[in-house]
């Protein structure tokens, strides 16, 4: 059973929609890069790609907070992921 993460970060801001599926929910401290949940080929992916190189950020980030949540509109539980990311040299 996979988990919906959406997620933010105040290093980049996502013009898409910012949910993706994991595998397994990730822990604070935990490292992860969005890149390989986005399918192949897309706005999104592209987008986001372009994003990392524009503003120098490494595509990994640390989960630095996470809150679960309930959209009541759509009806569904997710987990709302805060990413830091970090800067190329």
């Known amino acids: ?47 986001y790609v372009n994003n990392m190189e524009d503003l120098y950020l490494y595509e990994n980030a640390l989960v630095t907070e996470r809150t679960w949540c309930k959209d009541i509109e759509k009806d569904e539980v997710y987990l709302l992921v805060h990413l830091k990311y970090k800067r190329r040299k």
Not at 4 to 30: L, Q, T
């Open 1 to 47: 059973m996979s988990v919906k993460i959406r997620f933010y970060s105040y290093d980049i801001e996502f013009e898409f929609e910012n949910s993706v599926e994991f595998p397994v929910a990730p822990a604070v401290g935990d490292e992860v890069n969005l890149i390989s949940f986005f399918k192949y080929k897309t706005s999104e992916r592209l987008e």
